[in-house]
């Protein structure tokens, strides 16, 4: 991780470490950085989610652009996949999105996409960071005459629900479902998509106040997403986080569908129709083991990268590999998209089983989950340093690897974009695993929660 960027952007608690004064300034450099040379005016597209402190760093972000001669095209509230799609479409320098993806409200960020649609690499984060944080070659003001202009792109939700559709062979005719929008970036686009599709519908949190995104709803609680689909008997239900980037599912029995178990049936589908490139499917070290084993069985290779869509999209790029995706709900289909996308994800996977005339919960039958034991340890900034060399913890975690032997799997990570350790244990038995993963988050609050 860098000084600012973490795996997913800038991120902090907005009008505390995320203030106007410091989006201002990432307009700025992130102007001067990503226009090069360039001898025309740069434009930028820049997008936020709906939460109450949006409109404010939308507004820094966008007079630091202009104020050295960027012009700036306002997409309003989009899903963070739509402003990755609509910076081509645009044909924009760079493209910004405002949102905390699933954080709760008093959080937001800034994620950057280049001209391509992809997020920026490390060496260009870092030259924006040292613009910032060490004032290197900062850019000049630009003369009065030379200050950007803003455009308001009225069409830009519209532009991006049309992408979607086009990429869908099948109608969602006869598909009774709820769509849970997390009060977040869905809330515009989602009822036209899946309406338009065919399905019926139902949508729920889609009404956002600016506080209540992410709040006991979308992909990060799905318990009133489940209850509603088992009271009204519907076929599946989809939820999204609060920048729709990413989506998980409940089947007609109310059972949730993980990103795993969503990449496994897409996977497999893409196979037999000569869509897996290389027959291999890019994920990370948190993939459940159930879905690495599902692809030995299915004559998959199976990739895995550090946590975070961007390295697994790294990796896609880099092998040219076509799908892959994490087991929070980014799930990354090249053919279509530059980055995870919840709403194609779930057209993609309902298109699916319209042509195949089957239920989500007859699908999910190809992969058996392995149990998983997930804790988060809070801890500061020294604490997550301290991670990497405190001889106990990792002491802890070489305890429980030996422990576990090759019926298990033990990953502890620090969060990239939250002030946690994660620890999550996987293996044949809950209890055990349970028990394991306690050990550890035991000694990790004695050691780093102080630091």
Do not use: W
């Amino acid at each position: 991780m860098g000084r600012l960027f973490g795996t997913d952007g800038v991120r902090g608690v907005a009008n505390e470490t995320l203030t106007c004064e410091l989006a201002m300034q990432i307009g700025r450099a992130t102007a001067q950085v990503l226009s090069g040379n360039s001898r025309r005016r740069p434009v930028f597209a820049v997008g936020m989610d709906p939460r109450i402190s949006s409109d404010m760093l939308s507004f820094s972000i966008t007079a630091g652009l202009c104020s050295v001669g960027a012009d700036v095209l306002v997409l309003g509230v989009v899903p963070t996949p739509a402003v990755a799609y609509l910076v081509g479409k645009y044909k924009a320098d760079a493209g910004i999105m405002i949102s905390a993806s699933h954080n709760s409200s008093e959080f937001n960020g800034i994620k950057i996409f280049s001209g391509d649609g992809y997020k920026l690499p490390d060496e260009l984060e870092e030259r924006i960071e040292s613009i910032v944080l060490d004032k290197v070659d900062i850019a000049q003001p630009a003369a009065a005459a030379d200050i950007g202009k803003v455009t308001y792109k009225t069409s830009a939700v519209k532009d991006y629900v049309d992408h979607l559709k086009s990429t869908v062979s099948h109608s969602l005719d006869g598909l009774r479902i709820a769509v849970d929008c997390a009060n977040g970036s869905a809330s515009v686009s989602a009822e036209k998509l899946f309406t338009d599709l065919g399905a019926d519908c139902t949508i729920l949190s889609n009404e956002p106040d600016g506080l209540n995104i992410n709040r006991d709803c979308g992909s990060t609680h799905m318990e009133a997403l489940r209850s509603y689909v088992i009271e009204h008997k519907l076929d599946a239900g989809i939820a999204f986080d609060g920048d729709a980037d990413r989506c998980l599912c409940v089947d007609g029995n109310g059972e949730l569908l993980d990103g795993d178990f969503i990449m496994a049936i897409c996977a497999l589908d893409m196979k037999r129709r000569g869509k897996l490139n290389r027959n291999t499917v890019v994920g990370t070290i948190m993939t459940n083991l159930g879905f690495i084993k599902f692809c030995e069985q299915n004559d998959m290779s199976f990739i895995a990268t550090k946590v975070g869509d961007r390295f697994v999209l790294e990796e896609m790029l880099l092998e040219e590999y076509d799908f892959g995706g994490e087991q929070s709900g980014h799930v990354i289909f090249r053919d279509f998209a530059t980055t995870g996308d919840g709403q194609l994800t779930a057209i993609q996977l309902l298109s699916l089983l319209r042509r195949e005339g089957k239920q989500l919960s007859e699908m999910k039958q190809i992969m058996t989950r392995y149990p998983q034991c997930m804790i988060n340890v809070k801890v500061m900034p020294k604490g997550k340093l301290a991670f990497y060399t405190d001889p106990d913890v990792k002491q802890a975690i070489d305890n429980a690897k030996r422990a576990l032997g090759k019926d298990g799997r033990v990953v502890v990570r620090v969060s990239g974009t939250e002030p946690l350790i994660r620890i999550m244990v996987e293996g044949l038995d809950e209890t055990t695993i349970q028990d394991t993963a306690e050990s550890i988050a035991r000694v990790a609050r004695e050691r780093l929660c102080n630091s």
